[in-house]
Protein backbone atom coordinates (compact mmCIF):
# COMPACT_ATOMS: atom_id res chain seq x y z
CA UNK A 1 0.00 0.00 0.00
CA UNK A 2 0.97 3.72 -0.61
CA UNK A 3 1.74 5.37 2.81
CA UNK A 4 1.11 8.78 3.55
CA UNK A 5 2.76 10.95 6.01
CA UNK A 6 1.37 14.46 7.47
CA UNK A 7 3.59 16.79 8.73
CA UNK A 8 3.05 18.19 11.82
CA UNK A 9 0.96 16.10 13.87
CA UNK A 10 -0.27 18.90 15.60
CA UNK A 11 -0.26 22.38 15.21
CA UNK A 12 -0.99 25.69 17.30
CA UNK A 13 -2.74 28.55 15.56
CA UNK A 14 -4.26 31.41 16.42
CA UNK A 15 -7.50 33.43 14.07
CA UNK A 16 -5.83 34.96 10.97
CA UNK A 17 -2.56 33.26 10.87
CA UNK A 18 -1.60 31.27 7.74
CA UNK A 19 -1.64 27.45 8.15
CA UNK A 20 0.47 24.73 6.14
CA UNK A 21 0.02 21.25 6.49
CA UNK A 22 2.42 18.68 4.62
CA UNK A 23 1.36 15.65 3.27
CA UNK A 24 3.91 13.01 1.49
CA UNK A 25 2.83 10.14 -0.21
CA UNK A 26 5.50 6.71 -0.53
CA UNK A 27 5.63 6.70 -3.79
CA UNK A 28 4.01 9.33 -6.92
CA UNK A 29 0.35 9.11 -6.88
CA UNK A 30 0.37 12.11 -9.89
CA UNK A 31 -2.21 14.58 -8.62
CA UNK A 32 -4.51 11.89 -7.03
CA UNK A 33 -5.16 13.73 -3.43
CA UNK A 34 -7.51 14.62 -1.93
CA UNK A 35 -7.82 16.56 1.77
CA UNK A 36 -10.45 16.38 4.25
CA UNK A 37 -11.76 18.25 7.34
CA UNK A 38 -13.35 16.29 10.81
CA UNK A 39 -14.21 17.39 13.88
CA UNK A 40 -14.83 15.73 16.94
CA UNK A 41 -18.04 13.41 16.57
CA UNK A 42 -17.98 13.93 13.27
CA UNK A 43 -17.80 12.51 9.64
CA UNK A 44 -15.51 13.72 7.54
CA UNK A 45 -16.06 16.57 5.13
CA UNK A 46 -14.12 17.00 1.87
CA UNK A 47 -12.22 20.08 1.43
CA UNK A 48 -10.19 19.37 -1.62
CA UNK A 49 -9.50 16.88 -4.41
CA UNK A 50 -6.92 16.27 -7.25
CA UNK A 51 -4.66 17.78 -4.94
CA UNK A 52 -5.80 21.63 -6.01
CA UNK A 53 -9.32 21.40 -6.94
CA UNK A 54 -11.50 23.02 -4.15
CA UNK A 55 -14.64 21.42 -3.02
CA UNK A 56 -18.02 23.14 -3.94
CA UNK A 57 -18.92 25.35 -1.02
CA UNK A 58 -16.35 25.13 0.79
CA UNK A 59 -14.41 28.59 1.87
CA UNK A 60 -11.45 29.76 -0.68
CA UNK A 61 -9.24 30.68 2.24
CA UNK A 62 -8.12 26.70 2.13
CA UNK A 63 -5.97 26.03 -0.95
CA UNK A 64 -3.99 22.62 -2.13
CA UNK A 65 -0.81 22.43 -4.22
CA UNK A 66 1.44 19.73 -5.09
CA UNK A 67 2.59 17.10 -7.14
CA UNK A 68 3.95 13.32 -7.35
CA UNK A 69 4.67 12.88 -3.84
CA UNK A 70 4.85 15.95 -1.92
CA UNK A 71 1.90 18.13 -1.13
CA UNK A 72 0.40 21.08 0.68
CA UNK A 73 -3.10 22.31 2.35
CA UNK A 74 -2.80 25.74 3.24
CA UNK A 75 -5.42 28.04 5.15
CA UNK A 76 -4.95 31.39 4.14
CA UNK A 77 -6.09 32.65 7.25
CA UNK A 78 -7.36 30.62 9.60
CA UNK A 79 -11.08 30.90 11.40
CA UNK A 80 -12.60 29.65 14.77
CA UNK A 81 -14.42 27.09 12.28
CA UNK A 82 -11.15 26.05 10.81
CA UNK A 83 -9.70 23.91 14.17
CA UNK A 84 -10.11 20.97 13.60
CA UNK A 85 -7.84 17.62 12.06
CA UNK A 86 -7.40 17.81 9.05
CA UNK A 87 -6.14 14.32 6.61
CA UNK A 88 -4.56 13.54 3.17
CA UNK A 89 -5.69 10.76 1.34
CA UNK A 90 -4.21 9.23 -1.87
CA UNK A 91 -6.43 7.63 -4.34
CA UNK A 92 -3.82 6.65 -6.95
CA UNK A 93 -4.40 2.82 -5.88
CA UNK A 94 -7.52 1.04 -4.89
CA UNK A 95 -6.07 0.41 -1.66
CA UNK A 96 -7.03 4.46 -0.45
CA UNK A 97 -4.67 5.42 2.08
CA UNK A 98 -4.76 8.74 4.49
CA UNK A 99 -2.31 10.31 6.50
CA UNK A 100 -2.58 10.04 9.75
CA UNK A 101 -3.90 13.39 10.58
CA UNK A 102 -3.26 16.90 11.62
CA UNK A 103 -4.72 18.48 14.22
CA UNK A 104 -5.04 22.34 14.36
CA UNK A 105 -5.34 23.57 17.57
CA UNK A 106 -5.89 27.44 19.32
CA UNK A 107 -2.46 29.09 20.48
CA UNK B 1 -29.72 16.69 -1.39
CA UNK B 2 -27.35 13.60 -0.66
CA UNK B 3 -28.18 11.17 2.43
CA UNK B 4 -26.39 8.31 3.81
CA UNK B 5 -27.66 6.74 7.43
CA UNK B 6 -25.52 3.86 8.55
CA UNK B 7 -27.27 1.53 11.00
CA UNK B 8 -26.42 -1.72 12.61
CA UNK B 9 -23.48 -0.94 14.52
CA UNK B 10 -22.96 -2.46 18.38
CA UNK B 11 -21.28 -4.58 21.03
CA UNK B 12 -20.16 -7.89 19.79
CA UNK B 13 -18.24 -10.57 20.81
CA UNK B 14 -15.03 -11.58 19.41
CA UNK B 15 -15.71 -14.69 16.70
CA UNK B 16 -19.10 -12.73 16.36
CA UNK B 17 -20.74 -11.43 13.90
CA UNK B 18 -22.24 -8.64 12.64
CA UNK B 19 -23.78 -6.81 9.38
CA UNK B 20 -24.09 -3.01 8.99
CA UNK B 21 -26.24 -1.30 6.59
CA UNK B 22 -26.27 1.90 4.73
CA UNK B 23 -29.56 3.43 2.90
CA UNK B 24 -28.35 5.94 0.24
CA UNK B 25 -31.19 8.82 -0.69
CA UNK B 26 -30.28 11.87 -2.75
CA UNK B 27 -28.74 10.66 -5.61
CA UNK B 28 -28.44 7.76 -8.48
CA UNK B 29 -27.38 5.24 -6.08
CA UNK B 30 -26.29 2.50 -9.11
CA UNK B 31 -24.06 5.17 -10.74
CA UNK B 32 -21.63 5.23 -7.89
CA UNK B 33 -19.22 3.22 -6.91
CA UNK B 34 -19.74 2.64 -2.50
CA UNK B 35 -17.28 2.42 0.29
CA UNK B 36 -17.03 1.33 4.14
CA UNK B 37 -14.42 3.44 6.10
CA UNK B 38 -13.09 2.94 9.53
CA UNK B 39 -12.36 4.95 12.35
CA UNK B 40 -10.89 3.64 15.93
CA UNK B 41 -10.96 5.55 19.01
CA UNK B 42 -8.68 8.36 18.62
CA UNK B 43 -7.23 6.97 15.22
CA UNK B 44 -7.06 8.16 11.75
CA UNK B 45 -9.34 6.91 8.78
CA UNK B 46 -8.78 3.09 6.99
CA UNK B 47 -10.17 2.58 4.15
CA UNK B 48 -12.16 -1.08 4.66
CA UNK B 49 -13.60 -2.01 1.11
CA UNK B 50 -15.30 -1.33 -2.09
CA UNK B 51 -17.68 -2.04 -4.58
CA UNK B 52 -18.41 -0.78 -8.08
CA UNK B 53 -21.73 0.80 -8.79
CA UNK B 54 -22.36 -1.07 -12.04
CA UNK B 55 -20.80 -4.81 -12.64
CA UNK B 56 -20.52 -5.33 -8.42
CA UNK B 57 -16.47 -5.35 -8.19
CA UNK B 58 -15.82 -5.75 -4.91
CA UNK B 59 -12.27 -4.46 -3.36
CA UNK B 60 -11.25 -5.06 0.44
CA UNK B 61 -8.08 -4.09 2.19
CA UNK B 62 -5.84 -7.29 3.52
CA UNK B 63 -6.98 -6.25 7.22
CA UNK B 64 -10.64 -7.92 6.42
CA UNK B 65 -10.32 -9.79 3.17
CA UNK B 66 -11.90 -13.15 4.22
CA UNK B 67 -13.49 -12.23 6.77
CA UNK B 68 -15.67 -8.89 5.32
CA UNK B 69 -17.54 -8.87 2.73
CA UNK B 70 -19.53 -5.73 1.11
CA UNK B 71 -22.58 -6.08 -1.22
CA UNK B 72 -25.19 -3.82 -2.74
CA UNK B 73 -28.76 -3.90 -3.50
CA UNK B 74 -29.34 -1.35 -5.99
CA UNK B 75 -33.31 -1.83 -6.06
CA UNK B 76 -33.18 -0.66 -2.21
CA UNK B 77 -30.57 1.85 -2.59
CA UNK B 78 -28.68 0.29 -0.23
CA UNK B 79 -24.84 -0.69 1.00
CA UNK B 80 -24.33 -3.83 3.40
CA UNK B 81 -20.94 -4.71 5.26
CA UNK B 82 -21.15 -8.67 6.66
CA UNK B 83 -18.62 -8.92 8.87
CA UNK B 84 -17.68 -12.41 10.22
CA UNK B 85 -14.33 -13.39 13.06
CA UNK B 86 -14.60 -10.39 14.84
CA UNK B 87 -11.51 -9.09 16.54
CA UNK B 88 -11.03 -6.41 19.22
CA UNK B 89 -8.54 -4.29 16.43
CA UNK B 90 -12.68 -4.13 14.16
CA UNK B 91 -13.59 -1.51 17.16
CA UNK B 92 -14.44 1.29 15.10
CA UNK B 93 -16.79 3.95 14.32
CA UNK B 94 -17.65 2.28 10.52
CA UNK B 95 -18.49 5.16 7.93
CA UNK B 96 -20.34 4.44 4.53
CA UNK B 97 -18.86 6.82 1.41
CA UNK B 98 -19.89 7.78 -1.45
CA UNK B 99 -17.46 7.36 -4.63
CA UNK B 100 -17.40 10.27 -7.13
CA UNK B 101 -16.97 7.39 -9.89
CA UNK B 102 -19.09 4.29 -11.30
CA UNK B 103 -15.73 1.88 -10.94
CA UNK B 104 -13.76 3.06 -7.75
CA UNK B 105 -10.73 4.55 -7.54
CA UNK B 106 -11.55 8.15 -6.13
CA UNK B 107 -12.13 10.21 -3.49
CA UNK B 108 -15.40 10.27 -1.08
CA UNK B 109 -17.14 13.43 -1.44
CA UNK B 110 -20.10 12.46 1.00
CA UNK B 111 -20.10 10.33 4.34
CA UNK B 112 -22.29 9.00 6.21
CA UNK B 113 -22.60 10.10 10.35
CA UNK B 114 -21.07 6.38 11.13
CA UNK B 115 -21.83 3.66 13.46
CA UNK B 116 -20.28 2.51 16.54
CA UNK B 117 -19.02 -0.78 16.44
CA UNK B 118 -17.53 -2.90 19.53
CA UNK B 119 -15.73 -5.91 19.80
CA UNK B 120 -15.38 -6.92 23.21
CA UNK B 121 -16.08 -10.01 25.61
Known amino acids: DIQMTQSPFTLSASVGDRVTITCRAS??????LAWYQQKPGKAPKLLIYRASSLESGVPSRFSGSGSGTEFTLTISSLQPDDFATYFCQQYNSYSRTFGQGTKVEIK | EVQLLESGGGLVQPGGSLRLSCAAS????????MNWLRQAPGKGLEWVSG????????YYADSVRGRFTISRDNSKNTLYLQMSSLRADDTAVYYCAKDTSLMGLSYFDYWGQGTLVTVSS
Open chain 2, 51 to 58: ISGSDGGT
Open chain 2, 26 to 33: GFTFNTYA
Open chain 1, 27 to 32: QSIGSW
